[in-house]
């Protein structure tokens, strides 16, 4: 095997549904490593889904440059034109969540498995 090194400072990481349970700690754990780190979340309107960030930038001002926030729908195809653009990876962790259970098992499955 090669092992390369990868500027972390340099290399931008798309993490979706960053709002959830691990996604939130993926999310964290890639901005105390060093990474730009953008997460999707379904409105940025609702900071508190999102803040879990806040004490870490606190303790870690130093990677306050490296956080960003986006809007993206699973649903929606064209919310992720500027969520991907400049990323240099994806860690696709979103799925879709919906209040009742719907008659069609796709309708969860696909965008979750499609993102």
């Keep these: 095997l090669v ?18 349970f691990v996604a939130s700690h993926v999310f964290s754990q890639l901005v105390l490593a060093g990474y730009r780190v953008r997460g999707t979340v379904r409105s940025l309107a609702k900071k508190e ?25 699973l649903l929606d195809a064209e919310s992720w034109t500027f969520a991907v653009q400049g990323c240099d990876y994806i860690m696709h962790i979103a799925s879709p969540f919906v209040a009742r259970e719907p008659k069609d098992p796709n309708e969860l499955i696909k965008p979750a498995v499609e993102g």
Excluded: M, Q, W
């Design 49 to 73: 889904k999102y803040s879990y960030i806040d004490p870490i930038l606190e303790k870690h001002p130093e990677f306050k440059y490296n956080v960003e926030f986006v809007e993206a729908d």
């Design 3 to 20: 092992k390369t090194e990868i500027d972390k400072a340099n290399t931008r990481i798309l993490v979706t549904g960053c709002t959830g």
